[in-house]
């Protein structure tokens, strides 16, 4: 088991370099002088150079790489160059909504996705299984700001149930916050399900087709009983894996539904950051979420032994 | 039998597989609907000028007024004619979709064959592609499209890139599954190799999962490109595109939901039945599927 853990934990080293080296070569193989940019239309050429040593630009490429790794490994991933503020601080003042969006449409998620799954497998082929796979392809086709909007309309503006936008920190009381993202996790959620709701569905089609299901039956288990306990079971590692997978889709849906729903947290960040071309935001901001990818694949890689005794050995 | 007998054969079958799939599909009326609705957005796109007015006109004496013979479906906060824009907008969400679906193709069977062939190479392939995928596709699109020029170019090629690697890794996963068979073993016993190998019969096995995957690419890509109009990081708010529309229609939204339904049930349509025909056609390729008949 530890030597498993030991492996993945070595396993992601290199890809995170090479995220970092990825992420670095997009900002800075762009074309256009960022400091002439940054410094304004107005700026005069002391300006300009000012700007440029700040930001080591001058330096070449692979020196201006390793300041900012180096820097970046003791958490410092520079200063944004529109408030002057650190990146590092930047992203901690915003997390609180983007965690607390994500783990409520992660909730959401997994309470709307598994259950239609698992019937849909139950009653594979019947008019149920086809009704929740025609709501799963809907479901990932219809983009999560057109979700969002129908939602806000309904909810918001007409039976003015929850808020049209905005987001209620968690000081506020936690009933406060939940309200005030209810709707754009139902948004997220919808999007997100839909995809493991296809898988788990697969997944179990597949467990209940196996000759443990078959030993189950005979020995008279309640359906109840082979389907939770059994299948289930046995579908667990597909279904943890796509979620994994699925939170990439969920982070790009964060920066989209934080924008609709004008909520402050790391995707509005984001794409503040990009508009104005505050590079080291930019950067620092896709390296944070890059990193929690890579960290949330190897906590599932991790439960897979969870699923899976084979996986301890 | 002799292994010529044999290779040949193996060919033969997979020439009926696509036949046969050709026919399980035609035979099925969601695919056929589906495709029907896919056709009429093309001719949309193609024969825009015929349908529709001009696309970009400002006219402010008339902004955000109802439907009338000039606008069928009213007119926008600049008074231009929401219909045109509508119609016009379904030439950028194909464009991206099928040119991206074509680039990720190219270069993820050729690199995903590559990949599954060289032992070394396909090693380092590998790896980019997990360190590519480890970055979220929209953040990569949304800071490639913003920093680059704004232009549609600008915007297929950030949608592609992360596309790329989803292709190379579903392109090698079958070359590898090939490699394995004996027609194969067969095929480099009697002297194939190299390119004839490749073009014979490790490439016409790529062909189904890869068409169904260009589909699902086709379809993330409207979206991605919809997406980055809507946040204002596409192509210039003038050329219209749905995601745009909805940029612009975010402020009277209260008042003119109108001006958000129209560009949002296109895009949603168009995704939708390119998603279908995604999944008709990954369902056509699968034998133990087209076995159970039509669903």
């Given at each position: 088991?530890?030597?498993?853990?030991?492996g993945r934990l070595l396993a992601a080293i290199p890809i995170f370099i090479l995220v970092a080296i990825f992420i670095f070569s997009l900002v800075h193989?762009?074309?256009?002088?960022?400091?002439?940019?940054?410094?304004?239309?107005?700026?005069?050429?002391?300006?300009?150079?000012?700007?440029?040593?700040?930001?080591?630009?001058?330096?070449?490429?692979?020196?201006?790489?390793?300041?900012?790794?180096?820097?970046?490994?003791?958490?410092?991933?520079?200063?944004?160059?529109?408030?002057?503020?650190?990146?590092?601080?930047?992203?901690?003042?915003?997390?609180?909504?983007?965690?607390?969006?994500?783990?409520?449409?992660?909730?959401?998620?997994?309470?709307?996705?598994?259950?239609?799954?698992?019937?849909?497998?139950?009653?594979?082929n019947g008019w149920i299984d086809r009704g929740i796979m025609a709501f799963a392809v809907l479901g990932f086709s219809v983009p999560v700001f057109v979700?969002?909007?129908?939602?806000?309309?309904?909810?918001?503006?007409?039976?003015?149930?929850?808020?049209?936008?905005?987001?209620?920190?968690?000081?506020?009381?936690?009933?406060?916050?939940?309200?005030?993202?209810?709707?754009?996790?139902?948004?997220?959620?919808?999007?997100?399900?839909?995809?493991?709701?296809?898988?788990?569905?697969?997944?179990?089609?597949?467990?209940?087709?196996?000759?443990?299901?078959?030993?189950?039956?005979?020995?008279?288990?309640?359906?109840?009983?082979?389907?939770?306990?059994?299948?289930?079971?046995?579908?667990?590692?597909?279904?943890?894996?796509?979620?994994?997978?699925?939170?990439?889709?969920?982070?790009?849906?964060?920066?989209?539904?934080?924008?609709?729903?004008?909520?402050?947290?790391?995707?509005?960040?984001?794409?503040?950051?990009?508009?104005?071309?505050?590079?080291?935001?930019?950067?620092?901001?896709?390296?944070?979420?890059?990193?929690?990818?890579?960290?949330?694949?190897?906590?599932?890689?991790?439960?897979?032994?969870?699923?899976?005794?084979?996986?301890?050995? | 039998?002799?292994?010529?007998?044999?290779?040949?054969?193996?060919?033969?079958?997979?020439?009926?597989?696509?036949?046969?799939?050709?026919?399980?599909?035609?035979?099925?009326?969601?695919?056929?609907?589906?495709?029907?609705?896919?056709?009429?957005?093309?001719?949309?796109?193609?024969?825009?000028?015929?349908?529709?007015?001009?696309?970009?006109?400002?006219?402010?004496?008339?902004?955000?007024?109802?439907?009338?013979?000039?606008?069928?479906?009213?007119?926008?906060?600049?008074?231009?004619?929401?219909?045109?824009?509508?119609?016009?907008?379904?030439?950028?969400?194909?464009?991206?979709?099928?040119?991206?679906?074509?680039?990720?193709?190219?270069?993820?069977?050729?690199?995903?064959?590559?990949?599954?062939?060289?032992?070394?190479?396909?090693?380092?392939?590998?790896?980019?592609?997990?360190?590519?995928?480890?970055?979220?596709?929209?953040?990569?699109?949304?800071?490639?499209?913003?920093?680059?020029?704004?232009?549609?170019?600008?915007?297929?090629?950030?949608?592609?890139?992360?596309?790329?690697?989803?292709?190379?890794?579903?392109?090698?996963?079958?070359?590898?599954?090939?490699?394995?068979?004996?027609?194969?073993?067969?095929?480099?016993?009697?002297?194939?190799?190299?390119?004839?190998?490749?073009?014979?019969?490790?490439?016409?096995?790529?062909?189904?999962?890869?068409?169904?995957?260009?589909?699902?690419?086709?379809?993330?890509?409207?979206?991605?490109?919809?997406?980055?109009?809507?946040?204002?990081?596409?192509?210039?708010?003038?050329?219209?595109?749905?995601?745009?529309?909805?940029?612009?229609?975010?402020?009277?939204?209260?008042?003119?939901?109108?001006?958000?339904?129209?560009?949002?049930?296109?895009?949603?349509?168009?995704?939708?039945?390119?998603?279908?025909?995604?999944?008709?056609?990954?369902?056509?390729?699968?034998?133990?599927?087209?076995?159970?008949?039509?669903?």
């Open positions: 088991m530890l030597g498993y853990v030991l193989l762009t074309p256009g002088d960022p400091a002439v940019l940054l410094a304004g239309d107005n700026a005069n050429p002391q300006q300009v150079e000012k700007i440029r040593e700040r930001l080591h630009l001058d330096e070449p490429l692979i020196v201006q790489f390793g300041i900012w790794a180096g820097n970046a490994l003791q958490f410092d991933l520079g200063e944004s160059i529109y408030s002057n503020k650190p990146v590092t601080q930047l992203i901690a003042q915003r997390i609180q909504p983007t965690f607390v969006l994500a783990a409520v449409t992660l909730f959401l998620t997994v309470a709307i996705a598994v259950p239609l799954g698992v019937i849909a497998a139950w009653r594979a979700i969002a909007y129908l939602l806000v309309y309904f909810f918001a503006v007409s039976l003015r149930w929850f808020p049209v936008q905005g987001y209620k920190p968690l000081s506020n009381g936690l009933l406060t916050t939940l309200h005030s993202v209810t709707l754009p996790s139902i948004a997220l959620a919808l999007v997100f399900a839909a995809l493991i709701a296809r898988v788990t569905r697969a997944a179990m089609l597949e467990a209940l087709s196996e000759n443990f299901t078959r030993t189950a039956r005979a020995k008279g288990l309640g359906t109840f009983r082979i389907l939770v306990i059994h299948a289930l079971k046995s579908a667990g590692i597909p279904v943890i894996t796509v979620i994994g997978i699925g939170f990439a889709t969920l982070v790009g849906g964060v920066v989209v539904t934080e924008s609709v729903f004008n909520i402050p947290g790391i995707g509005r960040l984001t794409v503040d950051a990009i508009t104005r071309r505050d590079y080291p935001v930019v950067q620092g901001v896709i390296l944070f979420f890059s990193a929690l990818l890579i960290l949330i694949n190897l906590l599932i890689d991790l439960s897979y032994a969870l699923f899976d005794p084979r996986v301890k050995g | 039998m002799s292994v010529y007998d044999q290779v040949s054969a193996t060919r033969g079958r997979q020439g009926g597989r696509i036949s046969a799939a050709a026919g399980y599909l035609a035979a099925n009326p969601a695919t056929a609907i589906c495709f029907g609705v896919l056709l009429l957005f093309v001719l949309m796109a193609v024969f825009a000028p015929l349908i529709a007015g001009d696309p970009v006109k400002i006219d402010p004496a008339q902004r955000l007024t109802g439907p009338s013979a000039s606008a069928y479906w009213g007119r926008d906060h600049l008074g231009r004619d929401v219909f045109a824009r509508a119609v016009y907008g379904s030439r950028m969400s194909l464009l991206v979709g099928f040119s991206v679906a074509a680039i990720a193709t190219v270069f993820g069977v050729a690199i995903g064959i590559y990949a599954g062939m060289s032992r070394i190479g396909g090693a380092i392939a590998m790896r980019l592609v997990d360190a590519m995928m480890a970055i979220p596709a929209i953040l990569l699109a949304i800071a490639f499209a913003a920093l680059m020029d704004a232009g549609i170019l600008t915007v297929i090629i950030a949608i592609s890139i992360p596309e790329i690697p989803r292709m190379v890794r579903l392109v090698r996963s079958v070359v590898l599954g090939v490699r394995q068979q004996p027609y194969v073993a067969a095929a480099i016993s009697i002297g194939t190799g190299g390119l004839p190998l490749v073009w014979r019969h490790i490439l016409p096995n790529t062909l189904g999962p890869v068409l169904v995957q260009a589909t699902y690419a086709c379809a993330s890509a409207i979206i991605t490109s919809a997406v980055l109009s809507f946040l204002g990081v596409g192509t210039s708010p003038e050329v219209p595109s749905w995601g745009g529309m909805m940029a612009d229609a975010r402020s009277f939204f209260r008042i003119h939901p109108e001006l958000m339904v129209y560009p949002g049930v296109l895009l949603s349509l168009l995704v939708l039945v390119v998603n279908v025909l995604g999944d008709r056609l990954s369902d056509a390729l699968d034998p133990r599927k087209m076995v159970r008949g039509s669903v």
